[in-house]
């Protein structure tokens, strides 16, 4: 049992201009082991600077606030070392790395979270049920990654990773963006998979209520302008599906 | 990154705009096409260089010194051949070879190399002969020594062959190469520069593309203290494909120099440069020249050129110049692409954020920025080998002015 502490994070962004401006005004979240949140705002409330601070990404300075997991300073970690204990980030646009094929990627990645090279065969094996599963070609392994790869396929790539990976936590951001209801399934169930294997928290970043009909949300937080404006159960998500942002924006 | 991406779209184009549209690099920009830079057999046409010529500005003239000598005492550099029995090994004079029939000298270094030496070497693979092994050629040269070298490649009507030509050993070197590809064959060319950290190279290598035939020219350059290696592409008939490709690898102090000219005067050819280079240390330079001239009889070509550099540490220096004239309008596509940078941060985030330390996650961005072309050489063992050079350059990049690059 994990728990991963977020206390009123302060987060600033340098703009080209050279000025610096604040995003996350005070961000608190607590998320356990095996509990699903859902964080949910209109677009530019700062869903992703959330998510990329957390993970340590160097174009995001905290100013102020803490991220903890089981007491240990996250924020005090290289982005390497987050991962390696036991954070995962699902990208809203995962990155192309060209020459670097999956299955290299994911033996590199896999070595490096685990201390140790993965046994051969069991890997070989855990890797092709994985994508199986996603319902992923197996020429896909042998593909440059993120090169050339459809929205979909980026997507579940990157939940490719989250089940081999096993995290602790995972922040899946606007996972659900680009895909086609069918893509959402498989995406999803490969979520579900997680969680039941693995029993991660998860932080599940969206914009749509849509994949919050395939995974299933213990908490919502709704989140405007750099912070938690509302909290509550599935039902807060089931209130936005029907009157939108609107009331919160106004408010805001 | 700051990079330079243009695409000249055929119907947007017209001859008269398109040579200073395509001019780059700032400073010397020649007026006269690239078609007009003489070539010839005779040293004397060739004054020795002084730096202000436009094709000798970025070259290191220090270095090269030795290479513009013309007073015939050059040695000949030791050539060891491994070949497949069709294949035929001859050594003679340049009359005996047939040297020259699709080489004349472009520079003062290669026309010094021509008139230094009179042993030439000819490989030649039969027509319609497809080897099932590579042609091997290694090159040494010796320390204190400046050597020359003519290398014909010939190839027959539809054969099929891969030629490894191997640069080892120190000293300084003109190493002149001619490649006759006949109608339909396909032929791949590597020049790997795996020279000692004092050699000085200069290479004039012609190829002369048969109709309908494939060629690709593979450059390698990891050793040396300077190099310099010329690529001239021409057509002989329509229906050609030529591709350059090249890596490098810029140390502290380290000159290396890729010069492209590919001529299109023969219809319906396709040409594709592509180099990529990594530099890391103090002095680190390498330059890039790519001309493409489409004449105005060449018809249906299709041309596209690249050249792409990872600077790894402050005090290296990428030079980079994509020179495109076209003097039709009646062409396929034609473009042209430059870019120079550091390391991609956003690349290096996404691998770090899966647990790969930053070290680890350079090593795999610059294995896969030079897999691409690497992996193409054809033979397993020479890039596995071309690969473990790279990332032992690599791991000598000092962290520290790695990282400051982040800031
Ligand atoms: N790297 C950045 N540089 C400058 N501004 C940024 C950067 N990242 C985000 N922002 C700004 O921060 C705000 C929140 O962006 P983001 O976190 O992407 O929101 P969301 O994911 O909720 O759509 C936006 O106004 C956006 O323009
Ligand atoms: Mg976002």
Redesign the interface.
Known sequence: MSTLEIRDLHVTVDEADGSTKEILRGVDLTIASGEVHAVMGPNGSGKSTLAYSI????KYTVTGGSVTLDGEDVLAM???E???AGM??A?QY???????TVS??LR??KT??DGEAPKLRTWVKDVKQAMDDLKMDPSFAER??NEHFSGGEKKRHEIL?MEL?KPKFAILDETDSGLDVDALKVVSEGVNRALANVNPGVLLITHYTRILRYIKPQFVHVFVDGRVAEQGGPELADALEESGYDRFLARA | MTAVDETTDPTTTTPANTARAHSHGGGIVPDASRAERPTSYDVADFAVPTGREEEWKFSPLREFAPLFEADGAGAVAAVEVDAPAQVEHRTGTREEVGAGRAFVPGDRAAAAGWAATDVAHLLRVPAEAELDAPVLVTVRGQAGRTTAGHLVIEAGHHAKALVVVSHVGSGAHRGNVEVRVGDGADVTVVTLQEWDADAVHAGQHDVRVGRDAHVRHIAVSLGGKAVRLSTNVSYAGPGGDAQALGVYFADAGQHLEHRQFVDHEATSCRSYVEYKGALQGQGAHAVWIGDVLIRAAAEGTETYELNRNLVLTDGARADSVPNLEIETGEIVGAGHASATGRFDDEQLFYLQARGIPAEEARRLVVRGFFAGIVDRIGIPEISQRLMTTIETELAATPLAAASAEEN
């Not at chain 1, 993970?55 to 160097?58: D, T």
């Not at chain 1, 995962?94 to 670097?100: C, D, L, Q, S």
């Open positions: 993970a340590g990404h160097p290289s982005v390497d987050r991962a390696r995962f980030l990208m995962p990155v192309e790395v060209p020459g670097v290299n990627f590199t990645a490096a979270i440059n990654v990773q990976l």
